[in-house]
């Protein structure tokens, strides 16, 4: 560590020390008195900022007109407005009244500093002319104390200094430039070394601060389409065309790193963040008293904050203007980090709105306060994807008097012409798009009140178990099932576990019987009103058409409430002997016969012939060995033949990896519901999922042991098919290597048989490859499967790292083009599939997830034989879908991957 440099406080005489990263940069110490840190020889004429600011003159900002005032000293130089517009200080031959709302060029205060060309040079960073200018503040827009003494933390107040002003004026021109450059940068530097100390900050080495919000970052989009030429696009398929045959090719590794892994926490640090200013071993006892003074602060930046408002509430109104220089360091912090992603943008906000009474009573704060209200509109403007989120956020702007910005929002709006074609039917479709999003926010904010109540609750169960030692396994399952059936937030769920799994069970013989009453009381009472509420929030969901997210919700109440008779009837279950099962599963139980996950159906009471290894083969109805079997059926003239609820498995390979697909089968049949519930017509997948309802005929899947066997008997329709869905057989085909089974691509040949089977007819390619390739990587996260976050579909993110390397990927607009197989074959065959599952994966979820219920459609008239194309459904042209897909991929953050659960 390099030795430490030394100053003495020009307010109170202090001696400090400082690090020869701080040189050049101001320093506010707890006297009252800001100054510049300089070497202990040429600081001793240096005056404090707390005196009378020089004389001021006034000028019009060029670019947004605000008037500005500067020292007269600086008449001549070049600076950077807050909006962006570079200027030089010229002052206005007309006299300007101050009244009060000219803003003061801060940053300028360091021209009122002399400094050795030598002392700069070192303060100035090796980087090249674009990098040094990147790292600017902007000005700041507040103005300076003038000559109001400074009010410091200990009630101790600093005398003004006069003003001195350097009678060299070239010299001092030279000077005060570089000062102002090197200044700038420290400043730069700071902060970011503030930053590395928040509280909140998330550090993400892919997010960069988001553009400034001109027009120049905001490409137009295209207006509408004449009426003919959209009616050319639509697409059709013939009638004649023979029965869909569709090959699986699995994802190429394109020789790209990894997808990107977003966690939170900090990146490594800099060098120059480790280093640290402090003394070294011979420092004289007087500078290591002072080694604190000059190192980061030691608060938070909203602690610093909120003790600030505290303080500015106990002042009287004519003392709280010395206050108001305080705020600005750790706004400037939050600023900062406010520009980091938009996630601390909103807790930086949400923070700031609960002092409105600070902001409401100071106008230089609420100054400071709308540009963070600006950043988050970057972030916005970046993020949105669709129309209903640019009307959030043009009302938002409404709201905080940003008029600018909104303007900026509404010429984007207004770029977005809706299709002429079908404009009748838009204004229905409309409404049912803004209550559906609308029925799905309320639910979002219901779940997470529910759960953080429910959090609250269980802490309190745990708390009073510990203290009497009450922790029997029976109790401890019953909380774990709650936890899980609530889907906390991990570090919350987490706690709770840690806490229940540090239970210990001393309880007398006698007490344990009241115990266990008082606990179910508890937990009854604990999840009593959610259930309730969950019933009620079902039945809208239910009556507005979201089947998918009803299903949902009968889940977790079932995992709340195990017993709730209203839940299992809705879900068509029956209760025999005390326990509820679905009607198939009380079919089998008619007939001796109960699930293992290893074997499939076995008889009821043979648990010790199963343990050694014995099995009854129920299509040769008798008792053989587990080996014999597998042998037996490993040939393709005698399989097995599994059943399920909904399909039969004809398969050649051993009988525990036969049943662990008969499992996934049926998940991705209840997966398939709950994310395409609108395909489904009238209450056709209601009935099949909630067990009231069956199939006309079961579905069947083929499962090869070897590639030999899957080529030679299968006969797939191309030499890379990796699986295939014929529709021409109403069956689809794989193969396993050894006790492995693509589960990616079994998914992704199912979903084209569970549409194709339960549909008249078949979709262009396009859609159908898209459908598929948007479930195929669905994983188990607890008893069912999950998409997870855009970071868990393997061909959408090789899609997006591509177009943002700058490599071609299909547009929404060639998509279409793709509608027979034949189409879909030509070319490059995985780029192909990257961008259909990539228009679904848009269609679903840009605009915050308004449009998938309109896609939904489009997808299930497509299987009706029903051929209108997309623009009816979303009400946009193809050319404006296209501009917004493309806007969609470059800007969508990438999230962490959810497979690790």
Not at 100 to 127: K, T
Not at 257 to 268: D, H, Q
Not at 411 to 419: E, F, H, W
Not at 841 to 862: P, S
Request: glycine share 6%; charged share 25%.
């Amino acid at each position: 560590m390099p030795d430490p440099l030394l100053t003495n406080c020009p307010g109170c005489g202090k001696s400090l020390q400082f690090s020869q990263k701080r040189l050049g940069s101001l320093f506010d110490h707890s006297c009252g008195i800001r100054f510049l840190l300089e070497l202990e020889d040429a600081n001793s004429s240096a005056p404090a900022t707390g005196e009378a600011p020089p004389d001021c003159h006034q000028m019009h900002c060029p670019g947004c007109f605000r008037r500005l005032k500067y020292p007269a000293f600086a008449e001549g130089l070049a600076t950077t407005h807050s909006c962006g517009e570079s200027l030089s200080l010229c002052a206005e031959p007309l006299a300007i009244e101050d009244d009060g709302s000219s803003e003061y060029l801060e940053d300028l205060e360091l021209l009122r500093f002399a400094a050795r060309p030598a002392q700069l040079a070192a303060r100035v960073p090796s980087a090249s002319p674009g990098a040094a200018s990147a790292t600017l503040p902007r000005v700041e827009t507040a103005r300076p104390a003038a000559a109001t003494p400074r009010r410091s933390r200990t009630g101790t107040r600093a005398e003004s200094r006069p003003t001195t002003r350097s009678g060299i004026a070239f010299l001092a021109g030279i000077l005060a430039l570089m000062l102002v450059v090197a200044g700038l940068l420290a400043r730069a530097l700071d902060g970011q070394e503030q930053r590395a100390q928040a509280p909140i900050a998330r550090t993400d080495p892919q997010t960069q601060a988001p553009p400034e919000p001109t027009s120049t970052n905001l490409p137009a989009l295209p207006g509408s389409r004449p009426e003919a030429e959209s009616g050319s696009q639509t697409e059709t398929r013939s009638e004649a065309e023979p029965p869909l045959e569709i090959a699986y090719q699995p994802a190429e590794d394109d020789g790209l790193p990894p997808p990107i892994v977003l966690e939170e926490g900090r990146s490594p640090a800099s060098p120059a963040e480790v280093e640290e200013a402090g003394v070294s071993e011979g420092a004289p006892p007087e500078v290591e008293e002072q080694r604190s003074e000059l190192e980061e602060p030691s608060e938070p930046w909203d602690v610093r904050f909120a003790r600030l408002a505290d303080e500015h509430k106990q002042l009287p109104s004519s003392q709280r203007d010395s206050l108001l220089p305080e705020f600005y360091s750790p706004m400037d912090e939050s600023l900062q980090l406010a520009r980091l992603d938009l996630d601390t943008c909103l807790e930086i906000l949400a923070f700031y709105s609960g002092h409105n009474r600070v902001f409401k009573a100071e106008a230089q704060l609420r100054l400071r306060r709308d540009d963070h209200r600006r950043v988050y509109f970057q972030h916005m403007m970046q993020r949105a994807s669709g129309p209903g989120q640019w009307r959030e956020l043009a009302d938002q702007c409404k709201d905080w008097g940003l008029d600018s910005e909104r303007a900026l929002v509404m010429a984007r709006l207004n770029a977005l012409q809706p299709t002429t074609t079908y404009a009748s039917v838009q204004a229905l479709r409309r409404d049912k798009r803004a209550a559906r999003y609308e029925l799905r926010q309320e639910l979002a904010v219901f779940i997470r009140e529910e759960r953080l109540t429910a959090f609250a609750a269980l802490t309190e169960i745990i708390e009073w178990m510990a203290e009497r030692r009450f922790a029997p396994e029976s109790a401890r399952t019953r909380l774990e099932n709650i936890i899980t059936g609530l889907e906390l937030e991990d570090e919350e769920a987490t706690e709770l576990r840690g806490a229940l799994h540090g239970l210990s069970h001393m309880v007398a013989s006698d007490e344990l019987a009241k115990l266990q009453k008082s606990f179910a009381s508890k937990v009854e009472r604990a999840i009593a009103k959610t259930v309730t509420r969950l019933g009620k929030a079902l039945e809208n969901c239910l009556k507005k058409d979201l089947a998918g997210q009803a299903f949902d919700l009968l889940q977790t109440l079932l995992k709340l409430d195990p017993d709730n008779k209203n839940a299992h009837e809705g879900l068509g279950h029956v209760l025999i002997d005390g326990v509820w099962y679905r009607h198939y599963e009380a079919e089998k139980l008619a007939e001796g016969l109960v699930w293992h996950d290893s074997y499939g159906w076995v008889p009821i009471g043979e648990e010790a012939r199963y343990a050694a290894l014995e099995i009854f083969d129920q299509q040769e109805q008798r008792w053989v060995s587990l080996s014999q079997a597998n042998a037996a059926h490993a040939e393709i003239t005698d399989p097995w033949r599994l059943e399920s609820e909904n399909f039969v498995l004809v398969s050649t390979a051993d009988l525990h990896l036969s049943a662990l697909v008969l499992l996934r089968l049926e998940a991705v049949f209840l997966q398939v519901f709950r994310q395409y519930d609108l395909f489904f017509k009238g209450d056709q997948g209601a009935m099949l999922i909630f067990g009231m309802g069956k199939l006309p005929e079961k579905l069947v899947v083929n499962l090869y042991r070897s590639h030999e066997q899957f080529t030679e008997h299968a006969k797939p329709p191309t030499d890379w098919a990796a699986g295939f869905y014929s529709g021409r057989q109403g069956a689809s085909f794989f193969y396993c290597t050894g006790d492995r089974v693509s589960f990616t691509t079994l998914q992704h040949e199912l979903i084209h048989q569970i549409l194709g089977e339960l549909s008249p007819g078949s979709a262009p390619s396009w859609l159908a490859e898209g459908a598929a390739v948007y479930l195929e990587d669905a994983f188990f996260a607890g008893e069912h499967l999950s998409l997870g976050s855009i970071s868990d579909h393997s061909r959408i993110i090789s899609y997006l790292r591509k177009l943002r390397q700058g490599e071609e990927e299909h547009s929404f607009e060639k998509m279409l083009t793709f509608r027979s197989g034949r189409e879909w074959d030509s070319g490059d065959i995985s780029q192909n599939y990257r961008g259909a599952g990539a228009i679904v994966y848009f269609m679903m979820h840009f605009d915050d997830g308004r449009y998938r219920g309109d896609f939904l459609e489009l997808l299930r008239d497509r299987y009706q034989r029903v051929n209108r194309p997309p623009e009816y459904y979303l009400g946009m042209t193809h050319e404006t879908l296209d501009e917004l897909m493309a806007g969609y991929y470059q800007n969508v953050p990438l999230e962490a991957s959810e497979r690790r659960r």
